[in-house]
């Protein structure tokens, strides 16, 4: 055997064993082992490192020059393999050191593809930071909201269609991202990929309900307008409903309404509620002079879309105390509104009943 194979045979020992201080005395002495390969696996220094998630030894590699883009007898890259694996400090590291987020192996997958089988939220969004294709195909035409959908992780399928996911995208099979939910049994991912449907829709003939992405930029063009936002589920629309909002409306110059979706209503309510659908309660608020958009929310409660949006002011209910108010610490100013006294859905709810 050659001396070169002989050392090649070592540092890639040393990797596997996660020496460092051996490492870097091969490397000091021979700085082309800095992309030597394991024998049998053909795979590099630093996808040994990504794969087990040695940052130190994948550190000091990066540092002497190591190939951040090779690939294995597979294609697979050291990006892949830390993504696949949930290596999230070196598939964060790789990328702030210019590793190609958009590369492919041989079965057509790139590092989003790998990650969106993972949950892994944090790789899957800095992936998207840094430029990942978010409607990039494997060999069976799936793609990244496909994975997301089968195995029911729902934080990452909302990312992804933030982002521009394509949900009418089909597999070799002639599968939407909808269908493989419902094939799968992930009832929530797809009770949500129907809302979405629905409300692409409702977004397309009523300009006053919005995504968060539209919404975004509708507040980029008003930067010098004051925002108020408030939220609730208005499940049966009343008088204390409507003066609420139009108290609201007189903080600010433009009301935004957060809608609580059917599935957080239900989560909130129970089974039993709401009484009318998320499109039809959004149809209705929209037609309210003091309302200027409506956006439908998931989750239980607004944090989230608070925290994206930022308004001036954040506008409550008078049964809230100011200190309980969720996502308070991303609005200039909390103002709490009494409720006009004697109504409720629940009371009306009770009242029909009886």
Do not use: W
């Not at 070592?10 to 870097?24: A, P, Q, S, T």
């Not at 992930?186 to 409300?199: D, G, I, S, V």
């Not at 609730?232 to 957060?258: S, T, W």
Request: hydrophobic residues 40%.
């Amino acid at each position: 055997m050659a001396i070169t194979e002989t050392k090649m045979s070592e540092i890639v020992e040393y990797v596997k064993n996660n020496d460092l201080e051996k490492v870097k005395n091969c490397i000091e002495n021979d700085n082309s082992l800095v992309d030597a390969r394991d024998e049998e696996s053909k795979f590099t220094l630093l996808m040994i490192c990504a794969k087990k998630g040695y940052f130190d030894i994948a550190n000091f590699l990066i540092e002497n020059g190591a190939n951040l883009n090779d690939r294995s007898r597979t294609g697979i890259t050291a990006l892949m393999f830390a993504c696949a694996e949930k290596q999230i400090e070196i598939a964060k590291y790789l990328i702030d050191c210019g590793a190609n987020v958009n590369l492919r192996d041989k079965p057509m997958f790139s590092a989003l593809l790998y990650a969106s089988l993972t949950k892994e939220h944090s790789i899957i969004e800095y992936l998207i930071k840094n430029g990942a294709d978010v409607n990039a195909k494997n060999f069976n035409l799936f793609t990244p909201l496909m994975f997301a959908a089968k195995i029911g992780d729902l934080e990452t399928v909302k990312l992804l269609i933030e982002n521009d996911a394509d949900i009418n995208i089909k597999n070799k099979d002639g599968e939407t991202a909808l269908d493989i939910a419902v094939n799968k049994g992930q009832k929530e991912t797809a009770e949500y990929l129907k809302n979405y449907f629905k409300r692409n829709y409702m977004n397309k003939k009523n300009k006053k309900i919005v995504n968060i992405k539209e919404l975004k930029e509708i507040l980029k063009e008003n930067d010098n307008k004051k925002i108020v936002f408030t939220n609730g589920c208005f499940d049966i629309l009343h008088r204390g409903h409507v003066e609420y909002l139009q108290k609201a409306k007189e903080l600010g110059d433009l009301l935004i309404l957060g809608l609580n979706s059917d599935l957080s209503v239900k989560r909130l309510k129970g089974e039993n509620r709401p009484i009318n659908k998320e499109e039809d309660r959004a149809i209705v608020l929209s037609a309210l002079e003091c309302v200027d958009f409506v956006i439908i929310f998931d989750e239980e409660t607004p944090f989230e879309l608070i925290k994206n949006l930022k308004p001036d002011i954040l506008v409550k209910g008078g049964d809230y105390k100011l200190e309980n108010v969720v996502g308070r610490e991303f609005a200039k100013e909390t103002i709490l509104i009494d409720f006009v006294d004697g109504y409720s859905t629940t009371k009306i709810i009770n009242k029909i009943n009886n």
